[in-house]
T-cell receptor, first 114, second 116 residues
Framework: GENVEQHPSTLSVQEGDSAVIKCTYSDSASNYFPWYKQELGKRPQLIIDIRSNVGEKKDQRIAVTLNKTAKHFSLHITETQPEDSAVYFCAASRGYSSASKIIFGSGTRLSIRP | GAGVSQSPRYKVTKRGQDVALRCDPISGHVSLYWYRQALGQGPEFLTYFNYEAQQDKSGLPNDRFSAERPEGSISTLTIQRTEQRDSAMYRC??????????????FGEGSRLTVL
Protein backbone atom coordinates (compact mmCIF):
# COMPACT_ATOMS: atom_id res chain seq x y z
CA GLY A 1 0.00 0.00 0.00
CA GLU A 2 0.90 3.65 -0.01
CA ASN A 3 3.63 4.68 2.37
CA VAL A 4 5.29 7.96 3.34
CA GLU A 5 8.62 7.88 5.14
CA GLN A 6 9.92 10.93 6.95
CA HIS A 7 13.29 11.76 8.48
CA PRO A 8 14.81 12.76 10.75
CA SER A 9 12.43 11.92 13.58
CA THR A 10 14.01 14.64 15.74
CA LEU A 11 15.94 17.74 14.76
CA SER A 12 17.57 20.39 16.90
CA VAL A 13 18.90 23.58 15.34
CA GLN A 14 20.30 26.86 16.62
CA GLU A 15 17.92 29.80 16.38
CA GLY A 16 18.56 31.57 13.10
CA ASP A 17 19.89 28.49 11.34
CA SER A 18 18.02 26.48 8.71
CA ALA A 19 16.15 23.21 9.15
CA VAL A 20 15.45 20.59 6.49
CA ILE A 21 12.99 17.72 6.75
CA LYS A 22 12.82 15.04 4.07
CA CYS A 23 10.10 12.64 2.96
CA THR A 24 9.79 9.88 0.41
CA TYR A 25 6.60 8.38 -0.95
CA SER A 26 5.84 5.05 -2.55
CA ASP A 27 2.75 5.75 -4.67
CA SER A 28 3.94 7.12 -7.99
CA ALA A 29 0.41 8.43 -8.67
CA SER A 30 0.69 10.89 -5.77
CA ASN A 31 0.40 14.46 -6.97
CA TYR A 32 -0.33 16.55 -3.89
CA PHE A 33 2.08 16.99 -0.98
CA PRO A 34 1.00 19.03 2.06
CA TRP A 35 2.98 19.78 5.21
CA TYR A 36 1.31 20.13 8.59
CA LYS A 37 2.63 21.62 11.83
CA GLN A 38 1.43 20.36 15.19
CA GLU A 39 2.30 22.32 18.30
CA LEU A 40 2.27 20.58 21.65
CA GLY A 41 -1.25 19.62 22.66
CA LYS A 42 -2.82 21.16 19.56
CA ARG A 43 -4.25 19.92 16.31
CA PRO A 44 -2.23 19.65 13.07
CA GLN A 45 -2.48 22.70 10.82
CA LEU A 46 -1.48 23.12 7.18
CA ILE A 47 1.54 25.33 6.66
CA ILE A 48 2.34 24.80 2.98
CA ASP A 49 1.59 22.40 0.15
CA ILE A 50 2.90 21.62 -3.31
CA ARG A 51 1.39 19.96 -6.36
CA SER A 52 3.25 17.71 -8.72
CA ASN A 53 3.25 20.17 -11.60
CA VAL A 54 5.73 22.42 -9.78
CA GLY A 55 9.15 21.65 -8.40
CA GLU A 56 9.38 24.28 -5.69
CA LYS A 57 7.13 26.60 -3.70
CA LYS A 58 8.08 29.27 -1.22
CA ASP A 59 6.15 31.17 1.44
CA GLN A 60 8.27 33.61 3.43
CA ARG A 61 10.70 31.51 5.50
CA ILE A 62 9.25 28.18 4.39
CA ALA A 63 9.89 26.38 1.12
CA VAL A 64 9.09 22.95 -0.25
CA THR A 65 10.85 21.13 -3.05
CA LEU A 66 9.64 18.10 -4.98
CA ASN A 67 11.60 15.54 -6.99
CA LYS A 68 9.03 13.36 -8.76
CA THR A 69 11.63 11.11 -10.34
CA ALA A 70 13.12 10.19 -6.99
CA LYS A 71 9.71 10.38 -5.25
CA HIS A 72 10.90 12.62 -2.50
CA PHE A 73 10.05 16.06 -1.21
CA SER A 74 11.51 18.32 1.44
CA LEU A 75 10.56 21.15 3.77
CA HIS A 76 13.06 23.94 4.28
CA ILE A 77 12.72 26.46 7.10
CA THR A 78 15.18 29.36 7.06
CA GLU A 79 16.06 31.81 9.83
CA THR A 80 14.42 29.57 12.41
CA GLN A 81 12.65 31.15 15.36
CA PRO A 82 11.49 29.75 18.72
CA GLU A 83 7.90 29.56 17.49
CA ASP A 84 9.02 27.09 14.82
CA SER A 85 9.44 24.44 17.55
CA ALA A 86 6.78 21.82 16.85
CA VAL A 87 6.20 18.45 15.18
CA TYR A 88 6.06 18.61 11.40
CA PHE A 89 4.25 16.03 9.26
CA CYS A 90 4.58 15.52 5.53
CA ALA A 91 1.81 13.84 3.57
CA ALA A 92 1.03 12.57 0.10
CA SER A 93 -2.17 12.16 -1.85
CA ARG A 94 -3.35 11.33 -5.36
CA GLY A 95 -5.39 14.51 -5.30
CA TYR A 96 -6.91 15.42 -8.65
CA SER A 97 -6.66 12.08 -10.42
CA SER A 98 -8.70 9.88 -8.11
CA ALA A 99 -9.68 9.34 -4.51
CA SER A 100 -8.12 11.77 -2.11
CA LYS A 101 -6.78 9.53 0.62
CA ILE A 102 -4.04 11.49 2.38
CA ILE A 103 -1.20 9.49 3.92
CA PHE A 104 0.98 11.11 6.57
CA GLY A 105 4.59 10.53 7.54
CA SER A 106 5.59 9.70 11.10
CA GLY A 107 6.63 13.25 11.97
CA THR A 108 9.74 15.27 12.81
CA ARG A 109 10.06 16.94 16.19
CA LEU A 110 11.88 20.22 15.58
CA SER A 111 13.48 22.02 18.51
CA ILE A 112 14.97 25.51 18.16
CA ARG A 113 17.84 26.20 20.57
CA PRO A 114 18.11 29.83 21.78
CA GLY B 1 -19.69 25.88 14.04
CA ALA B 2 -16.47 27.70 13.48
CA GLY B 3 -14.31 24.58 13.47
CA VAL B 4 -14.42 20.80 13.45
CA SER B 5 -15.99 19.57 16.66
CA GLN B 6 -15.44 16.13 18.13
CA SER B 7 -17.07 14.42 21.07
CA PRO B 8 -16.40 13.07 23.53
CA ARG B 9 -12.99 14.68 24.07
CA TYR B 10 -12.05 11.90 26.45
CA LYS B 11 -13.48 8.41 26.70
CA VAL B 12 -12.43 5.71 29.13
CA THR B 13 -14.03 2.34 28.59
CA LYS B 14 -13.54 -1.24 29.60
CA ARG B 15 -12.30 -3.88 27.24
CA GLY B 16 -15.16 -5.43 25.30
CA GLN B 17 -17.42 -2.38 25.35
CA ASP B 18 -18.53 -0.55 22.21
CA VAL B 19 -17.70 3.14 21.73
CA ALA B 20 -19.03 5.74 19.33
CA LEU B 21 -17.01 8.84 18.47
CA ARG B 22 -18.72 11.79 16.86
CA CYS B 23 -17.44 14.38 14.41
CA ASP B 24 -19.22 17.55 13.38
CA PRO B 25 -17.33 19.04 10.41
CA ILE B 26 -17.16 22.63 9.29
CA SER B 27 -20.45 23.57 7.66
CA GLY B 28 -20.38 23.05 3.92
CA HIS B 29 -17.29 20.87 3.89
CA VAL B 30 -17.69 18.02 1.45
CA SER B 31 -14.99 15.63 2.64
CA LEU B 32 -14.62 14.14 6.08
CA TYR B 33 -11.67 12.05 7.21
CA TRP B 34 -10.96 9.87 10.21
CA TYR B 35 -7.43 9.36 11.47
CA ARG B 36 -5.91 7.63 14.47
CA GLN B 37 -2.86 9.23 16.04
CA ALA B 38 -0.68 7.44 18.57
CA LEU B 39 1.47 9.56 20.85
CA GLY B 40 4.50 10.81 18.97
CA GLN B 41 3.32 9.41 15.66
CA GLY B 42 1.74 10.78 12.52
CA PRO B 43 -1.98 10.57 11.80
CA GLU B 44 -2.85 7.08 10.53
CA PHE B 45 -5.54 7.10 7.83
CA LEU B 46 -8.69 5.16 8.67
CA THR B 47 -11.43 6.18 6.23
CA TYR B 48 -12.94 9.14 4.43
CA PHE B 49 -16.25 10.33 3.00
CA ASN B 50 -17.37 12.66 0.27
CA TYR B 51 -20.83 13.82 1.25
CA GLU B 52 -22.50 10.67 2.63
CA ALA B 53 -20.52 8.21 0.50
CA GLN B 54 -17.66 6.34 2.11
CA GLN B 55 -14.93 6.63 -0.53
CA ASP B 56 -12.16 4.60 1.07
CA LYS B 57 -12.12 2.47 4.18
CA SER B 58 -8.86 0.69 3.54
CA GLY B 59 -7.32 2.06 6.72
CA LEU B 60 -9.86 0.57 9.11
CA PRO B 61 -7.82 -1.99 11.12
CA ASN B 62 -10.46 -4.74 11.19
CA ASP B 63 -14.20 -5.32 11.09
CA ARG B 64 -14.67 -4.02 14.64
CA PHE B 65 -14.23 -0.52 13.20
CA SER B 66 -16.94 1.15 11.14
CA ALA B 67 -17.91 4.67 10.18
CA GLU B 68 -20.93 6.39 8.76
CA ARG B 69 -22.01 9.83 7.61
CA PRO B 70 -25.68 9.28 6.77
CA GLU B 71 -26.67 12.84 5.89
CA GLY B 72 -23.37 14.06 4.57
CA SER B 73 -22.57 16.13 7.64
CA ILE B 74 -22.01 14.59 11.08
CA SER B 75 -20.03 11.35 11.14
CA THR B 76 -19.71 8.59 13.71
CA LEU B 77 -16.79 6.22 14.10
CA THR B 78 -17.81 3.10 15.99
CA ILE B 79 -15.46 0.61 17.58
CA GLN B 80 -17.07 -2.62 18.71
CA ARG B 81 -15.71 -4.92 21.40
CA THR B 82 -12.87 -2.54 22.22
CA GLU B 83 -9.40 -3.86 22.96
CA GLN B 84 -6.52 -2.20 24.78
CA ARG B 85 -4.65 -1.74 21.51
CA ASP B 86 -7.47 0.55 20.34
CA SER B 87 -6.34 3.19 22.85
CA ALA B 88 -5.29 6.28 20.89
CA MET B 89 -6.30 9.78 19.85
CA TYR B 90 -8.94 9.62 17.12
CA ARG B 91 -8.96 12.72 14.96
CA CYS B 92 -11.54 13.87 12.49
CA UNK B 93 -10.76 16.34 9.72
CA UNK B 94 -12.88 18.02 7.10
CA UNK B 95 -12.08 19.57 3.77
CA UNK B 96 -14.11 21.90 1.61
CA UNK B 97 -13.51 20.03 -1.62
CA UNK B 98 -14.70 16.65 -2.79
CA UNK B 99 -13.50 13.83 -5.01
CA UNK B 100 -10.98 14.68 -7.67
CA UNK B 101 -9.47 17.57 -5.81
CA UNK B 102 -7.57 18.13 -2.63
CA UNK B 103 -7.75 20.85 -0.14
CA UNK B 104 -6.62 21.81 3.31
CA UNK B 105 -7.62 19.44 6.07
CA UNK B 106 -9.08 21.13 9.14
CA PHE B 107 -8.60 18.85 12.11
CA GLY B 108 -10.73 18.58 15.21
CA GLU B 109 -9.25 18.49 18.68
CA GLY B 110 -9.62 14.72 18.76
CA SER B 111 -11.22 12.13 20.97
CA ARG B 112 -8.78 10.42 23.29
CA LEU B 113 -9.86 6.83 23.85
CA THR B 114 -8.48 4.76 26.69
CA VAL B 115 -9.44 1.10 26.90
CA LEU B 116 -8.79 -0.49 30.27
Amino acid sequence: GENVEQHPSTLSVQEGDSAVIKCTYSDSASNYFPWYKQELGKRPQLIIDIRSNVGEKKDQRIAVTLNKTAKHFSLHITETQPEDSAVYFCAASRGYSSASKIIFGSGTRLSIRP
Amino acid sequence: GAGVSQSPRYKVTKRGQDVALRCDPISGHVSLYWYRQALGQGPEFLTYFNYEAQQDKSGLPNDRFSAERPEGSISTLTIQRTEQRDSAMYRCASSLRGTGDTGELFFGEGSRLTVL
